[in-house]
Each structure stands twice: as C-alpha cells, then as structure tokens.
C-alpha cells in the first residue's frame, strides 16, 4: 500500500497504480466533479496519472491557477476539433492555456471571420455536450510520423521533442487527436461556457521570418454565470483602455514614424512629471542618491556585463569611430561605473543609487502594445552596493519603500520569488547564497510569496511584485534582484574594517518599473479620474457667460499662484455642455463663477466626485484644496 499526504496533512493508504482519478472519486463526488487536474510532488500532472509511491497530493479545481489551464488547455483542443470539423483542411500548430484563457494558432487559407467564430463557440458547444472521454497514448517518432503525415508543424514540434529525448505524447477526444504533453480534464463535458473573444495575426513561433498563422483567443469557464462575470469584466476593462483614454484625455500618442516609441504631449508630461517628482521625494527621504548615465555605452563594457551574450537580440547596435556601440537596454553597467569612479570603504556602504534612465529594447511590432509594450521607456532603477550582512535589511528597506508607494495608488499586491533560469551565469554557491537572501528577508518579513522556479534574471533571483488594480487584474512591476554575479565581473572592491579588499553585493530594483507602463496601469486604475495631486488639470474655471470672463480670470490667476494647475472655458457655449466637457476631461474640481460669485467674491464649486459641493470663499477651496494635494488625497 502506498501513504499519499493530502493538502492539510490527511493521509489516505492506496494500491500501487491507483490513478489520482480514483482516489479522488473515493474522497468525495463533490471534489470530484470540480477537479481538473493534480499536483503530485509539486508537479502539475493528470488526474488519469498512477500513483506508484509515497507521494503529497493535491486535487487541483478551476480555484486552482494550474487546474484552470488544465481547463483551458482543454478547450483550446476543443476549438482545434471544432476547427477541424467547420474548416478540414486547416493546419494546426499550438494552442496553450494563457492567463484568462486560451489560443490556438491555425494555418488556413483565408482569415477566419466574425461569423466563422460564431460558428466555432455554436460547434464547441456541441462538443463539449458530447462529453468525449479524453484519452493519452505516446508513440516513437516513426509512428508519430505517421500519425502526423498532413501536419508539418506538428511533425517540427515532434522532431525537437524527439532530438531531446522527450516522449512524443498525445491527447485523443472523439475523432480528434492533437501532439501535446498535457495535462487535461476527464472529458470535454465541463467545459460549458466558452467565448472566443478575437482572432489576430501570429507568426509562427514569434519569428517575423515564418508564415503568419491565424491565431484565435477564447476563454472559457464551468458555468455560464462565471463567463458572464468574465465578459462584464472585459467590458469595463475596455472602457478603460489607456490607449482611447490617453487619445482622449490628450496625454500621449504612438505615431508611425515610431512604432513602439511613445510621444508625450503637455498633459501627459504634467502626469509623467508628477511621478518622476513623488519618485524623487520617496526616493531622497530613503537615503537615495541621484545619478544619471549616458544612453549609448560600447560593446565591451555590454561584453563584461554579460548583456552582449545573454540579451544581444534585444539591444540596438550602432557603429561609432569604427568601434560597436549598444543603446543601453538597462542602466546597471551604467551604476557600476559610476561606483567605480572612487574607492569605497565599508563606512560608504550601504550606498544607493537611483537613476530614471530612458532604456531601449527592441520588441517584435506584433507584441506592441500602447504604454504596456513599448520600445523605449524610463525605467526607474536604483543599484545599492552594500556588505553581504546587509542583504536582509536592505531587502526589506525596498520592500517598505514599494508598499509605500503602492499603498498610496490604492494597489495591493502579491509576490513572486523568482529562481535560476536556465540561461544564467554563476556558481551554484552563489545562486544559492542569493536565493536564500531573498527567501530570509520574506520570510522575516512575513511577506506571503509563491516561488515562480526558473524566472530569475541571468545574474540572479529576483523578487517580482504583481500589484491588482481597480477591477483585479494583476501586472507585474516592482522587482528587486540580488546580484552576485556583476559585482565579480567588474571586480568591485570596497576597503573592510579589517583593511582589506572585499566585494560587495549588489541590488538591482525598480519601484515603477517603467514610468510608461505605470502611466498605462494608473490610467486604466482609476480610468483616466486621477487623485487632484496627479491629475494633468486639477481645476477648471467656468464662466456662466462671457460677462463674468474677469473675474474668472482673476479665480484663475489666484489658482495659479497657489501653485494649482488651472484652465479657463472661455467659450460661448452654454454653462451645461462647460460643465458635461470637463466631467468628460474627468477634471476633479469645476468653479462655477457668476453674477453672484462675482459680488461676492466667491465660487460655485463642483466635484467630480461628490457633484454640487456648494458656494464658499475662494480662499476656502484653495486652503482645502491644497491640503488635498499635500497630501496626495485618493
């Protein structure tokens, strides 16, 4: 009999091969029912799987981030039969589970259409109402060959499989049959509710140099309600889009002269300015020292750092007095020879360094994306150089510093300790010392985290904060990285209280991570209504008629001595579309002015929150608000 440990500690005495199906059957039909796959010694796998030893146990449902791309991974196999079925001669090529879903790309003659996509969800219906047992078989290549005569991308995903060593493994359901290394549900039945929410161009494995396939996205979900739910969420999501929101509210704009590089225009500066000078604030009262390094740096400095090796595809290249020149993808190299420039003692250290430097990397035009993806953005990094007994202090200094400045958009948070990938460099003594320096200021903290294996930057591990906003979508921002790794490189020293040379430790972190992309998530956060302190216009002076253009003239000018940001509506239109223009520009603060406000030195004051907020002295609203700038009020 085998001992299987279940989540929470329950042991259950099974036979050797009963599969992870059984056993959860025999524990309740209800967890049964609800799941979609298994993590078995932490690896995600089947619920046909055996179970042939000693082994922790846990049932994985649609709760469960893994049992749902178990569920979407499904579906997307379901969209691929329906494909197959509407459209024969079609060729298949992936169709992974994602984040809210899934895809799959398709190499067809002509595009799918609006209708064809209506014609696939009515199709996949059907399919999963079938409840087709879904079975895995493996085959050796020559068989596999066979099986895969008329799918040429199939045929180069096995041939790589095969190269490694890896079995060549397929999924069947009903009369469809798909290369794929799993896991999936049961059957097709609890797939009840799907939507397919767009079809796009896609290269085939990314590359710009193979055939554009026809890719389809699509979620899916157990109940009708949850998708419902789902699509709501989409909805409000749209609404909320920075890019028709940056066009509107004029904050930024991508032309095509150049793609992926983004324009600010005034009030998108106002915004980005703003942050830059919250950043500064945060950042001096923390013990930070400015810093700012040059754009363009020669090859054999990228060369040392390891950036030429491990991240050239990214980088913009340049010739300059016959010498190789990369436009900075990053500022440490920059921060270290600035740390160079003089001898250091342990008297110096910790030393931080922060930059708002404008980095360049060279995205693919499919991945582009408003203010989210783009090809030049102002990361702001900061590098702290500091002793190897100062790693947990200073990790949790820039822990603080992070929930400060998130805590104060209304965001909360979790984390992610990211660990060796496998393009990396270093010994494993140092990868491990690193890790658990990270592990150890967490777990110190308190911090709940979930280990994300193999997502680590080359030089070392990170910690990666994935901050929810408004409507709970999640985006990666903040990060911080323990790198032993440049420091030996660059063969940085620093004097010991023994008189001796020693090599510090090095911190790379970003609070932000790309101002840009910020902007993109604080827009789409609080869709386009900024708290007064960030909003580009903080007030709007409206005259009733033109007869009153003076003294709103004079409220303005006030305003603007206060150090409030102002504009005028000086327009002839009716005090009503004044009023409808500027909730649409979502500017928090609108004073009415008058006959009435003018003989009596007063304002009219509505809020773009609370509406009518009623009459008071014009100093009155500019002491309030004032307080409510300072103290950067949501």
Not at 43 to 66: A, K, Q, S, W, Y
Not at 162 to 167: N, P
Not at 235 to 255: C, N, Q, S, V
Request: charged share 30%; net charge negative.
């Amino acid at each position: 009999m085998l001992n299987i440990t279940l989540k929470g500690g329950d042991v259950r005495q099974v036979e050797e091969n009963t599969t992870v199906e059984a056993l959860c059957r025999d524990i309740s039909m209800n967890l049964y029912r609800a799941a979609c796959a298994a993590r078995i010694n932490g690896e995600v796998c089947d619920l046909r799987t055996p179970l042939t030893e000693d082994c922790t146990l846990e049932i994985l449902t649609f709760e469960d981030e893994d049992g749902q791309r178990a569920f979407n991974h499904t579906a997307s196999h379901i969209l691929a039969q329906a494909v197959m079925h509407l459209f024969p001669d079609t060729k298949f090529a992936i169709g992974p589970a994602i984040d809210n879903g899934f895809y799959y790309d398709f190499d067809k003659e002509t595009p799918f259409t609006a209708e064809d996509l209506e014609k696939l969800e009515k199709e996949m219906a059907a399919i999963a109402k079938a409840a087709l047992p879904i079975e895995r078989f493996a085959l050796d290549i020559e068989e596999a060959h066979k099986l895969m005569a008329d799918q040429p991308y199939k045929i180069e995903l096995m041939d790589e499989h095969a190269g490694k060593g890896e079995a060549i493994s397929f999924y069947t359901q009903g009369d469809f049959t798909d290369l794929c290394a799993g896991p999936h549900l049961m059957t097709t039945a609890p797939v009840k509710a799907v939507k397919l929410t767009s079809c796009t161009g896609a290269y085939w494995r990314g590359s710009e140099k193979n055939k554009m396939l026809s890719r389809i996205y699509g979620t899916a979900f157990p109940k009708k309600s949850e998708l419902d739910a789902y699509l709501a969420r989409l909805e409000e999501a749209r609404k909320r889009d920075h890019r028709r929101l940056g066009k509107e509210l004029g904050l930024f704009t991508m032309l095509d002269e150049g793609p992926g590089f983004p324009f600010f225009l005034p009030k998108g500066m106002i915004l980005k300015n703003e942050l830059i000078n919250y950043w500064r604030e945060v950042h001096t009262r923390a013990g930070y020292q400015e810093i700012s390094t040059p754009i363009m740096l020669n090859r054999s400095l990228w060369e040392r750092s390891g950036h030429w090796d491990h991240y050239k595809n990214n980088m913009y290249t340049t010739v300059i007095d016959d010498t190789d020149f990369a436009i900075k993808p990053m500022n440490c190299p920059g921060g270290i020879l600035v740390y160079q420039t003089e001898m250091h003692s342990y008297r110096d250290l910790p030393m931080r360094m922060g930059e708002l430097g404008l980095v360049h990397r060279h995205e693919l035009s499919g991945a582009l994306h408003g203010l989210m993806r783009v090809r030049c953005f102002t990361q702001d990094d900061a590098h702290i150089f500091m002793t190897a007994d100062q790693i947990k202090d200073e990790i949790k200094g820039v822990v603080a510093l992070i929930d400060e400045v998130y805590s104060l958009f209304g965001f909360t948070y979790h984390v992610e300790l990211s660990t060796r990938p496998e393009d990396s460099m270093g010994s494993d003594e140092d990868w491990e010392m690193a890790t658990a320096g990270l592990r150890g200021a967490l777990d110190e903290i308190g911090l709940p985290y979930k280990v994300n294996e193999g997502d680590g930057a080359f030089y070392g591990p990170k910690i990666d904060f994935h901050l929810e906003d408004s409507i709970g979508r999640t985006w990666q921002c903040g990060t911080i990285q323990l790198d032993f790794q440049l420091p030996e490189r660059f063969a940085l020293e620093y004097t010991g209280a023994d008189g001796e040379k020693h090599r510090p430790v090095m911190i790379h972190r970003v609070v932000f991570g790309s101002i840009e992309r910020f902007i993109g998530i604080l827009i789409e956060h609080f869709a386009g209504a900024f708290p007064t302190w960030l909003a580009p216009v903080q007030v709007e002076v409206l005259p009733i008629s033109e007869k009153y253009n003076d003294y709103a003239e004079k409220v303005a000018a006030e305003l603007t001595a206060a150090g409030v940001r102002v504009e005028k509506n000086f327009r002839p239109d009716k005090i009503g579309y004044k009023i409808r223009e500027a909730q649409l520009q979502k500017i928090p603060y609108m004073l009415i002015v008058g006959e009435k406000e003018a003989e009596s030195g007063t304002v009219s004051v509505r809020s773009r929150r609370d509406g009518d907020a009623g009459a008071c002295r014009l100093s009155e609203f500019v002491e309030t608000i004032q307080k409510e700038i300072r103290e950067k009020a949501r």
